[in-house]
């Protein structure tokens, strides 16, 4: 059975770094685009950022644009979020989830979901 799992959440302070990873298990994420979405207390679930399948188009939410960074790490066969100058705005469960799509913010296209990892930004 294909499965998604989160890791690399935490606690961490304003302003520092997390690096969260998606692995699969029974399966592969080559064939799929990759999504990273976030759900943050009392809110709706909102896209972050995907990667297509090659690697090469990487897409993210305007608003979020220059401290997420998606990536694919093939010797880890992982997808990889890369969030620096955490805000406590940031604070959420962190999703990533897999699309036989193109890349997409629609989170109904993503037909794989992981369970999350928690980032907690505080001080």
């Known amino acids: 059975q294909f499965q998604l799992v989160e890791s690399g959440g935490g606690l961490v302070q304003p302003g520092g770094s997390l690096r969260l990873s998606c692995v699969a298990s029974?399966?592969?994420?080559?064939?799929?685009?990759i999504g990273w979405f976030r759900q943050a207390p009392g809110k709706e679930r909102e896209a972050v950022a995907c990667?297509?399948?090659?690697?090469?188009?990487?897409n993210y939410v305007q608003s979020l644009k220059g401290r997420f960074t998606i990536s694919r790490n093939y010797a880890e066969k992982s997808v990889d979020l890369q969030i620096n100058n955490l805000r406590p705005d940031d604070t959420a469960v962190y999703y990533c989830?897999?699309?036989?799509?193109?890349?997409?913010?629609?989170?109904?296209?993503?037909?794989?979901w992981g369970q999350g990892t928690q980032v907690t930004v505080s001080s």
């Open positions: 029974g399966g592969t994420l080559d064939w799929y685009a």
């Open positions: 989830a897999a699309t036989f799509r193109l890349c997409t913010t629609t989170s109904s296209h993503f037909v794989y």
């Open positions: 990667v297509n399948a090659t690697g090469e188009d990487r």
